[in-house]
């Protein structure tokens, strides 16, 4: 802003100013000290019209504006949770009880419990609050305003509430008001019409503070998706966004990709069960190649098969920056060896991919072995998912050579897998020199009823590769303490030269580890933490395991704290058992 300054005058210019239209005012002190309010437009204050002779009437006028307190500027209203009186849980209670009496409903017995259970008198958010399967209508949401006045939470869940126009209009007004939640969950509300997708669109655009939404088992009809898309693209601050079970395909993926071409905040992607197919995979390389900011694409459960994975492995080799996909799940999508062909070729290229899941699709042998070359020449593999894709020994064998290769490889899962003594006795001797693997998920026992004779002998290399994990994860555990003491130590050393020094050090979360050539200093975690006795996740963000319905219709042989146990899974599984997961192995 200009304190202070000469300015020319126009006294021929027009100074009216229309109706509604607002515009600087300064006092004009002329030679004769008279002083009188002029508008001055902003092109007179940059431009340089001083040089021209046509503007100067021979007074010179000083222009002054107003400082501090007199200044007026525009202020935005404070949040209305920093002036927020703090409420105990039973006063809230009490709130709504008197609220439910006012709108003459009854109130929600699960909403007063999660009140009970959470201590909302600190001011934090509770965890999560639920109205899954509540039948939610005008009065019933009104009477929620004194509960969502006073307590806010990380996951508000809607799931299958019923919810319609009117009932969702006021509702997302209290959620934007309130800044209720940060993660919303809409899904299986399969009354929901265009006018409240129009609902959905005002809440993102206006609710900086959601960063993840669930719309699973949704109806996107009409032009839903076109709200829903230009939404994504016009400033949501959206991180996560599920849209699974919704039939998403053909023209309404479309919309959805070209959405999210410009979309620069959104980083994880769920596209689950939406009945994909290969020209599909079209619009997925497409978005790839356009959006870097994108972290994680889930796929499970469609139907790509060989020619979607190449449109999509396309776009991944496009993605040469720094910046690109870190995790790509492609759980049962009908792929075969010809799809590992396109892999490798990505892998060899693509230099950002941390974690591939391919489980539960027709590789076998010739697919591992076709993906071996890709694995080797990679060099940002984390995790690695082959549950169920049909290998043998000969497979086997061709990943021991990427384990004893790879110095950055944390977990391999090969469950469910025709694997005999061969295969098993390669992996153990691979382990010996990889010091980086810490979680090897492979089952105890063969499971071919031909190789009952060999038991001990595989059960052996079992323990000899549990055992390997189990180094691995000391390793890991000890570098960490190791560098946690370092930074602990470099913290130190900031704030004591603080104290001496009169200026402010400012020094970042991380410290770089210097490189030496001792084995024992290689840097065994992955750049994002994990807990040590997993291994990691196959995901990025949530963990999301595998679920029930995705495993093969075999019996597969599971170690759950030591105990074998049985666990019949079934292809045609319904989508009613989609929450049951299976317990992965967390053996020490």
Same mark, same amino acid.
């Given at each position: 802003m200009i304190s202070s300054g000469i300015i020319p005058v126009n006294p021929l210019e027009d100074t009216h100013v229309q109706l509604g239209e607002t515009m600087p005012v300064a006092e004009v002190y002329t030679s004769s000290n008279e002083a009188r309010p002029v508008p001055i437009r902003s092109s007179s204050v940059y431009s340089d019209e001083s040089s021209d002779p046509s503007i100067d009437d021979g007074r010179t006028r000083v222009v002054k504006f107003k400082t501090g307190k007199e200044l007026v500027a525009f202020q935005a209203p404070p949040r209305y949770f920093i002036r927020r009186d703090t409420k105990t849980s039973d006063s809230v209670i009490q709130l709504y009880k008197e609220s439910c009496e006012k709108y003459k409903v009854k109130p929600i017995q699960t909403l007063i419990k999660t009140i009970q259970e959470s201590n909302i008198s600190l001011g934090e958010r509770i965890a999560r609050i639920s109205f899954r399967g509540e039948k939610l209508d005008v009065r019933i949401v009104e009477s929620l305003e004194d509960v969502f006045r006073h307590v806010q939470c990380e996951v508000l869940d809607l799931e299958n509430t019923y919810l319609e126009d009117q009932t969702a209009s006021a509702l997302f007004d209290m959620i934007e008001f309130y800044e209720t939640a940060h993660r919303i969950r809409i899904g299986s509300n399969h009354r929901i019409s265009a006018h409240c997708w129009m609902y959905v669109y005002q809440l993102l655009r206006k609710s900086p503070f959601i960063t993840q939404l669930d719309c699973e088992n949704s109806d996107f009809i009409d032009n839903s998706m076109s709200l829903f898309a230009r939404a994504l693209r016009n400033g949501c601050n959206l991180v996560t966004l599920h849209i699974e079970h919704c039939r998403l395909t053909g023209r309404h993926l479309l919309i959805l990709a070209s959405g999210l071409k410009t979309n620069l905040v959104?980083?994880?992607?769920?596209?689950?069960?939406?009945?994909?197919?290969?020209?599909?995979?079209?619009?997925?390389? &497409?978005?790839?190649?356009?959006? /870097?900011?994108?972290?994680?694409?889930?796929?499970? &459960?469609?139907?790509?098969?060989? /020619?979607?994975?190449?449109?999509?492995?396309?776009?991944?080799?496009?993605?040469?920056?720094?910046?690109?996909?870190? /995790?790509?799940?492609?759980?049962?999508? +009908?792929?075969?060896?010809?799809?590992?062909?396109?892999?490798? +070729?990505?892998?060899? /290229?693509?230099? &950002?991919?941390?974690?591939?899941?391919?489980?539960?699709?027709?590789?076998?042998?010739?697919?591992?072995?076709?993906?071996?070359?890709?694995?080797?020449?990679?060099?940002?593999?984390?995790?690695?998912?082959?549950?169920?894709?049909?290998?043998?020994?000969?497979?086997?064998?061709?990943?021991?050579?990427?384990?004893?290769?790879?110095?950055?490889?944390?977990?391999?899962?090969?469950?469910?897998?025709?694997?005999?003594?061969?295969?098993?006795?390669?992996?153990? +001797?691979?382990?010996?020199?990889?010091?980086?693997?810490?979680?090897?998920?492979v089952e105890e026992v063969a499971r071919r009823e031909g190789l009952k004779d060999y038991q001990s002998v595989y059960h052996e290399f079992y323990e000899q590769l549990q055992a390997q994990c189990k180094r691995n994860r000391t390793r890991a555990e000890d570098e960490n303490n190791r560098r946690l003491m370092i930074q602990k130590q470099v913290a130190n050393q900031h704030i004591s030269q603080s104290i001496d020094s009169p200026t402010r050090i400012e020094f970042e979360n991380t410290i770089s580890i210097p490189n030496t050539s001792d084995e024992a200093s290689v840097i065994l975690l992955p750049p994002r933490p994990f807990e040590m006795n997993d291994g990691g996740d196959f995901f990025s963000g949530v963990p999301l395991p595998l679920r029930k319905e995705q495993l093969p219709s075999k019996v597969i042989q599971v170690q759950n704290d030591g105990d074998d146990k049985e666990l019949q899974t079934n292809n045609n599984t319904s989508s009613d058992n989609n929450d049951q997961v299976l317990k992965e192995d967390t053996a020490s």
């Open positions: 959104l980083r994880e992607l769920f596209l689950g069960s939406n009945d994909l197919v290969p020209p599909d995979g079209m619009q997925l390389g &497409n978005l790839l190649k356009f959006n /870097t900011r994108l972290e994680l694409l889930d796929v499970r &459960n469609n139907k790509l098969s060989d /020619t979607g994975i190449a449109y999509i492995c396309e776009g991944l080799k496009e993605q040469t920056d720094c910046r690109g996909l870190t /995790t790509l799940m492609l759980w049962n999508n +009908h792929l075969t060896p010809f799809a590992c062909e396109y892999l490798s +070729h990505c892998l060899i /290229t693509n230099s &950002n991919l941390q974690t591939l899941e391919v489980g539960s699709n027709d590789l076998r042998n010739e697919g591992i072995i076709i993906l071996k070359e890709g694995f080797l020449r990679n060099k940002s593999l984390l995790r690695v998912g082959l549950v169920s894709t049909k290998f043998e020994s000969e497979g086997a064998i061709a990943l021991a050579e990427f384990v004893a290769d790879s110095r950055r490889l944390v977990r391999l899962d090969i469950r469910a897998n025709n694997i005999r003594v061969a295969g098993s006795m390669a992996l153990a +001797h691979a382990m010996k020199v990889n010091f980086s693997v810490v979680r090897l998920d």
